[in-house]
């Protein structure tokens, strides 16, 4: 989902993908047809968001945020080309979509060891993915451990309420589309 910052305060969306995170509890009802029939409908996926700005918090909550700024002046750094990769991915494609289906029962039933320096809903996000470098093996169980305490950093300056303030009233702004308010 890209450029989600023009469309992520939309409360209706916030709410169906926060109703995804848990697959026993990922659906959502809505009226369907003349009949306005109540029907169920599952939300559970995996998703990668890009926006300029902070997801709500309640998707943040539910997320492994990955933080990239823009390409400085003096940065170096090799240009991609979509239309030079073509066909060069289906072979990997293929090997994941294989590596997955060999190895979805093993990974779904592991319990891998979660770093207690994780919070709880830290720990639901990275499960999985600690059970996929478990079955990798090699040095990919402690790259996993170690990825995942530095994403999942609590920065208590961007949580201030000062930064919270700050974040409202850019909201506020920008709601009212005005450049000052009295």
């Not at 600690?130 to 170690?146: H, K, Y």
């Not at 208590?156 to 309420?161: G, P, V, Y």
Request: hydrophobic letters at 35%; aromatic letters at 6%; proline letters at 3%.
């Amino acid at each position: 989902m890209d450029e989600a910052d023009t469309f992520i305060r939309d409360k209706d969306l916030t709410g169906i993908l926060n109703s995804g995170h848990y697959r026993a509890t990922a659906q959502i009802t809505r009226c369907v047809g003349d009949d306005h029939e109540p029907r169920l409908f599952s939300t559970f996926g995996l998703l990668g968001i890009a926006l300029i700005g902070k997801l709500p918090g309640t998707l943040e909550d539910r997320s492994i945020v990955i933080k990239i700024r823009r390409k400085q002046k003096g940065d170096q750094v090799c240009r991609f080309r979509r239309d030079h990769v073509g066909g060069e991915l289906e072979p990997l494609q293929r090997m994941a979509a294989r590596w997955a289906q060999d190895n979805s029962a093993t990974i779904a039933e592991s319990e891998p060891g979660m770093p207690s320096e994780l919070n709880d809903r830290e720990q639901d996000c990275w499960r999985k993915l600690f059970a996929i470098a478990e079955v990798v093996g090699g040095d990919w169980p402690e790259r996993a451990r170690s990825s995942a305490l530095i994403l999942s950093q609590n920065d208590e300056a961007e949580n201030s309420e000062g930064v919270q303030l700050l974040a409202d009233l850019e909201e506020l702004f920008r709601s009212r589309g005005e450049e000052r308010l009295t």
